[in-house]
T-cell receptor, first 111, second 120 residues
Framework: DAKTTQPPSMDCAEGRAANLPCNHS???????VYWYRQIHSQGPQYIIH???NNETNEMASLIITEDRKSSTLILPHATLRDTAVYYC????????????FGTGTSLTVIP | DVKVTQSSRYLVKRTGEKVFLECVQD?????MFWYRQDPGLGLRLIYF???????EKGDIPEGYSVSREKKERFSLILESTSTNQTSMYLC???????????????????FGDGTRLSIL
């Protein structure tokens, strides 16, 4: 699975968009980009995933660059409950393959 | 919404005890997983299962065993606990065959809230 690089921490004002970057320059053609978050003392929560097209769901948007070497998770209107560690993961989506969680980005939403 | 339920949030045991951690999912998922999460080490896969009565070793199976007698339930067993098994244990499940719009290969894993196990 490709290695990912994320900033260790970010702040965002409540109500503003939070843009979390992820670099995955060694991604291969069959690897998906997944985003999870983990709020303190809870299990990881799935947010969104994509292969090469931009994706949007009720939680967030995922923007993947054309060369697929980086992506950005966008939380359109951050709330205090979005304070969490956000993990970007790239993996070949095969049955049984584990998810390799790196150190992620600790996002703090400020009132 | 997918619901993965782990039987205990916090557990304290003594070394040498046998411990069962239970996990139940309500989405008829085929695959289930057990991970442990430790500071600085991320998530490490202990065991996973593709189907009832099937099990596969992950990266760190030593000291653990699993049981999957029913599709919705996946148990992690610590036969004789040691202090280095103090950790957060996370169960996950994936793959709903009824979701024809997505393939087997790209459905995400959904996690429970974890069991924080302390071995004294």
């Amino acid at each position: 699975d490709a290695k990912t690089t994320q900033p260790p921490s970010m702040d965002c004002a409540e109500g503003r968009a939070a843009n979390l970057p992820c670099n995955h320059s060694t991604i291969s053609g069959n690897e998906y980009v997944y985003w999870y978050r983990q709020i303190h003392s809870q299990g990881p929560q799935y947010i969104i995933h994509g292969l090469k097209n931009n994706e949007t769901n009720e939680m967030a948007s995922l923007i993947i660059t054309e060369d697929r070497k980086s992506s950005t998770l966008i939380l359109p209107h951050a709330t205090l409950r979005d304070t969490a560690v956000y993990y970007c993961i790239v993996r070949v989506a095969l049955t049984g393959n584990q998810f390799y969680f790196g150190t992620g980005t600790s996002l703090t939403v400020i009132p | 919404d997918v619901k993965v339920t782990q039987s205990s949030r916090y557990l304290v045991k003594r070394t040498g005890e046998k411990v069962f951690l239970e996990c139940v999912q309500d989405m008829d998922h085929e695959n289930m997983f057990w991970y442990r999460q430790d500071p600085g080490l991320g998530l490490r896969l202990i065991y996973f299962s593709y189907d009832v009565k099937m099990k596969e070793k992950g990266d760190i199976p030593e000291g653990y065993s699993v049981s999957r007698e029913k599709k919705e339930r996946f148990s992690l067993i610590l036969e004789s606990t040691s202090t280095n098994q103090t950790s957060m244990y996370l169960c996950a499940s994936s793959f709903d065959r009824r979701k024809k719009e997505t393939s087997l290969s790209n459905q995400p894993q959904h996690f429970g809230d974890g069991t924080r196990l302390s071995i004294l």
